[in-house]
């Protein structure tokens, strides 16, 4: 990331961002993203956020996410289905696998 492009972040960051509402939240999802801002408006399923990695992933030896890189996190409310939330999951992966969506880099699913 460039000098500029991290001046231009940190004017994006929600300094009045709540992530309090969000609920139980699990502890690795703050630990591994800092939330920066959120993505726009609340929808039916969820809210996404604009996130930075604070730490690195690899999968099979191959660097899904670096420490530093921005991301976009998507936050299910409770009442989501699990199964809907896998089967999300699956066509995303499938849209990345083709090369028409970015990667996939971190999943929680309890």
């Known amino acids: 990331m460039t000098e500029s492009s991290e001046e231009e972040l940190e004017d994006?960051?929600?300094?009045?961002?709540?992530l309090s509402r969000l609920g139980n939240m699990d502890p690795e999802v703050t630990d591994t993203f800092e939330f920066l801002k959120q993505l726009g408006d609340?929808?039916?399923?969820?809210?996404?956020?604009?996130?930075r990695a604070r730490t690195a992933a690899k999968v099979d030896g191959v660097v899904?996410?670096?420490?530093g890189s921005l991301a976009a996190?998507?936050?299910f409310k409770p009442q989501k289905s699990v199964n809907?939330?896998?089967a999300e999951y699956d066509l995303l992966a499938r849209a990345a696998d083709a090369g028409?969506?970015?990667?996939i880099v971190s999943t929680w699913v309890r």
């Open 84 to 86: 809907l939330i896998r």
């Open 12 to 18: 994006e960051r929600d300094a009045n961002l709540d």
């Open 64 to 67: 899904i996410r670096k420490k």
């Open 73 to 75: 996190l998507k936050i």
């Open 42 to 51: 609340e929808g039916k399923d969820g809210i996404t956020f604009l996130c």
């Open 100 to 103: 028409v969506a970015p990667p």
